[in-house]
């Protein structure tokens, strides 16, 4: 369903230090960490650990130091739970090379069989993106009930990750609509999903459901990558939490229990408390669509001990990959 080709040239995944220094050169914040690991800074204002799927604890001092060297406000990464570390998040991957529509339940074979005959499925340039893909963006983040749904927001997001080695756009065309697009990464033998973007009006032809699809069968399949990666459950109390998760399990992922860490810079430490939390809460009253608060309000929620798992979370745990086989 998907080539590897890329107007008429062989793409390789890139080296995980390779993608690092393309990052470095557009302008994002790359801190080199300990087992192959690097820490990237984030709109928010975080310094995370990628591979994110990556579970060793770091160094000691570690994530602490990050968050000096990257200049960032907090540094974040998960590792496996334990009697101490509780389960408060859940990973989603997906490692299955013997994917296939054959596996999946019978509404999302009859939605990926209607995509597949009402859309074309195709790798997109940045001029492609840049051109067709401000509508799925803006769509996809309203209906978040997130205030970045802007033009603005749209090229800011996009414009780096299109010059970056390891950043490819994979869209679902109907005729000249580009009804939605992902942004993947391909490091090393692994491929990361950041994001998913459709049209309001074009979602009954099914363009998410058939493009996870062919992410899924194509680099698990046919490129036998070692996993792809869907992130982390949400930090942020979300409406439609129950949603994507649904969506994510329905269409192949696996959701297996994490323990999802922050470390404050030092300097912030002082002010992390829950007053602090109280007042950022009372402040999303006011404004809830601001998504630099909600990021805040979820990272202090889990420092003082919250759950941000989906509620039917828990009843499938013991049907999720064990976290062992992703290391």
């Keep these: ?44 204002g975080a310094m995370m650990r990628v591979p994110r799927f990556h579970l060793a604890p770091p160094t000691a001092g570690e994530a602490r130091q990050i968050t000096w060297r990257g200049r960032a406000a907090v540094s974040s990464y998960i590792q496996e739970p334990d009697e101490r570390r509780l389960a408060n998040a859940c990973l989603y991957i997906c490692t299955d090379r013997a994917y296939g529509l054959e596996k999946l339940s019978p509404a999302m074979r009859r939605n990926v069989r209607r995509g597949t005959e009402e859309l074309k499925i195709a790798w997109l340039t940045p001029d492609e993106l840049f051109t067709y893909g401000l509508c799925a963006y803006c769509d996809t983040r309203r209906r978040a009930g997130l205030s970045d749904g802007t033009e603005d927001e749209f090229f800011k997001r996009f414009r780096w990750r299109a010059q970056c080695s390891g950043h490819v756009f994979l869209g679902a065309w109907r005729n000249h609509q580009l009804a939605a697009f992902l942004s993947l990464v391909e490091v090393d033998d692994w491929v990361e999903i950041e994001s998913c973007y ?50 994510k399990r329905k269409v192949g992922f696996d959701a297996p229990p994490v323990h999802r860490v922050f470390t404050l810079h030092p300097l912030l430490s002082p002010f992390a408390n829950r007053l602090t939390l109280r007042s950022v809460t009372m402040a999303l009253r006011v404004c809830p669509e601001g998504r630099l608060l909600k990021k805040a309000e979820g990272m202090l929620a889990y420092i003082y001990g919250a759950d941000r798992t989906p509620p039917n979370w828990q009843e499938e745990q013991g049907r999720s990959v064990g976290v062992d086989r992703i290391v």
């Design 1 to 44: 369903m998907v080539s590897m080709q890329n107007g008429g040239q062989h793409r390789e995944f890139v080296s995980i230090n390779s993608y690092a220094t393309g990052l470095a050169c557009n302008g994002i914040p790359v801190v080199p960490g300990a087992g192959g690991t690097i820490w990237v800074r984030h709109d928010a």
């Design 198 to 247: 459709s049209r309001n009006d074009l979602l009954n032809f099914r363009p998410n459901d058939t493009l996870m699809y062919s992410v899924l069968s194509h680099y698990l399949r046919e490129t036998q990558c070692r996993l792809v990666c869907y992130g982390l459950s949400s930090i942020q109390a979300e409406n439609n939490a129950v949603g994507l998760y649904a969506f």
